[in-house]
C-alpha cells in the first residue's frame, strides 16, 4: 500500500525540495525509501547511522544521484544552512527528500531561511480514507479506535502486539526526544502529565486544574503541552470564533496522534480518531492544495458545544458531532446550525442502522463519511 502522500511528493520532488515531517514510527522513512524505484540512481543517507552521517558530511554521496534522501538530517548542526547550501548547489535534476521527526518542523522555524526552496508536508497515521480500498469504513473506524493508526500496531492487528509496541514507543519519546526539549528533573512530571492527559481528551484543557493535579504552576502545564505538541505526540484543537484573539484565549481541546493510548472508552477513542482524521484531511489540504482551512471546535457562552467544525478562510462550512450509538439530533449541534445556516451539520454514528436528516441536521455513519475526505 503507497502511502497517501506518495504522488504528491514525487510530483513536487520535480519542482523543489520535498521537506516530510511528522510524528516518530508514522512511516516516513518507508515512504521514503518506496519512492526510490521512481529513480535511475537514488540513494538514502541516514544521520544517525555512522557511515552515513560521514558521507553527509563530507558530501561525498554519488554525483550523478537522481534521487537523494537525507534522513534524520536535523540532527546535524546547523542543518538549514547545510541544506540550503546542498540544494543550490545540487547537479542538475537532482531530487531531494528531507525526512524527520515532528522535530524537524519544530527546528525549521528559525535561523537560516529555505524559502523557497522546499514544500514542506506532513505525514500523519494512518486513517480511514487511507483504507478504503482494503478495508471496509466501518471495520477500519473500529480498528483505528482500539489500534490506533501507527502502521506497525494497525497492521499487527494485535491488540497484545499493539500494548507492546506502545509501551515502548512512549518510554523512548519521554527518554529520549522529551529531554531534548526539558530538563532531567522534569521527566517525572512529564510522564505524569501524559499519563494524565489519557483520560482528558476531548475536553477544553483547564492549566489550573492539571498544574493542581501535578503540584506544579499553570505555565508550566502550558509549556510542558507546547513540548508534547511540537513533538506530535499530541495536538490541540482551539475553538471557533471570527475574532481570532478570543479563539487564542479560549481553552483548546487535546487529543492523541494514537487513538489506542487514549483512555475513557469507546466514545472517547471515537472522537479522537475523528479529531485524527480531520486533523489530517485539514493539513493534507493546507500543504497539497494550499487552502486556507482550519478545524476547531465550538462552545457558547451558555456552556453548548459542538466537537468539531471546519473553517475555510475564516467561515465555518461543517459543525461535526460524533456519538458511538445515538442517532437522535444533538439539540448543541441543531442549535448551531440555526446560527450559522452557512455550515453542513453533521452527526457522525459510528453503528449507526439508517443513515437520515432531522431538521437541519445530517445523521451519517462516520466510517462512510471519514472515508471521503481527502486523506
Given amino acids: 500500500m503507497n502511502r497517501y502522500l506518495y504522488n504528491s511528493i514525487k510530483k513536487d520532488l520535480q519542482k523543489k525540495m520535498v521537506i516530510v515531517t511528522g510524528p516518530r514510527q508514522v512511516g516516513k522513512t518507508w515512504l ?5 524505484p521512481e529513480f535511475t540512481s537514488p540513494q538514502y543517507l541516514n544521520f544517525d547511522n555512522i557511515a552515513d552521517a560521514a558521507i553527509i558530511n563530507n558530501q561525498s554521496w554519488l554525483i550523478k544521484s537522481d534521487f537523494l534522501i537525507l534522513d534524520e538530517i536535523h540532527k546535524k548542526p546547523q542543518w538549514k544552512k ?3 547550501g546542498v540544494y543550490d548547489t545540487r547537479v542538475k535534476n537532482q531530487a531531494i ?5 515532528a522535530r524537524l518542523d519544530t527546528f525549521r522555524r528559525g535561523g537560516e531561511s529555505l524559502a523557497g526552496r522546499y514544500f514542506p508536508m506532513r505525514l500523519n497515521p494512518i486513517s480511514v480514507r487511507e483504507l478504503k480500498d482494503s478495508v471496509k469504513p466501518d471495520e477500519s473506524l473500529a480498528l483505528l479506535n482500539r489500534l490506533g493508526g501507527f502502521p506497525e500496531p494497525f497492521l ?20 529520549e526526544d522529551i529531554l531534548e526539549f526539558g530538563r532531567l528533573q522534569e521527566v517525572r512530571s512529564m510522564r505524569l502529565l501524559l499519563e494524565l492527559l489519557r483520560s ?26 507546547d513540548i508534547l505538541e511540537s513533538l506530535c505526540i499530541v495536538f490541540t484543537v482551539r475553538p471557533f470564533h471570527t475574532n481570532i484573539a478570543r479563539a487564542i484565549l479560549k481553552e483548546p481541546k487535546l487529543y492523541f496522534y ?27 489540504k493546507q500543504d497539497i492544495d494550499g487552502e486556507d482551512i482550519e478545524l476547531n471546535y465550538i462552545k457558547t457562552k451558555e456552556g453548548k458545544e459542538v466537537d468539531f467544525s471546519l473553517s475555510k478562510k475564516g467561515k465555518a462550512t461543517h459543525l461535526i458531532e460524533v456519538k458511538t450509538s445515538d442517532d437522535s439530533a444533538s439539540t448543541s449541534l441543531n442549535m448551531m446550525a440555526k446560527k450559522l445556516p452557512g455550515a453542513v451539520a453533521l452527526q457522525l454514528v459510528q453503528n449507526l442502522r439508517q443513515e437520515q436528516r432531522k431538521n437541519n441536521i445530517s445523521i451519517v455513519s462516520a466510517g462512510k463519511w471519514l472515508a471521503q475526505l481527502s486523506a
Avoid at 258 to 284: I, M, P, W
Fill in 32 to 36: 521514503a525509501k518506496a519512492l526510490m
Fill in 82 to 84: 547545510f541544506i540550503k
Fill in 97 to 101: 527528500l528531507i525526512t524527520g521527526s
Fill in 156 to 175: 499487527s492487528a494485535s491488540d497484545t502486539e499493539a500494548a507492546r509496541w506502545r509501551n515502548q514507543y512512549y518510554t523512548d519519546l519521554i527518554r
Fill in 200 to 225: 482528558r481528551v476531548g475536553s477544553p484543557l483547564s492549566y489550573t486544574s492539571i498544574a493542581q493535579d501535578l503540584q506544579i504552576a499553570p505555565n508550566t502545564v502550558r509549556r510542558y503541552i
Fill in 258 to 284: 494514537d487513538s489506542g493510548f487514549v483512555l475513557g472508552g469507546e466514545g472517547r477513542q471515537l472522537e479522537n480518531t475523528c479529531a485524527v482524521c480531520l486533523l489530517k484531511h485539514v493539513q493534507y
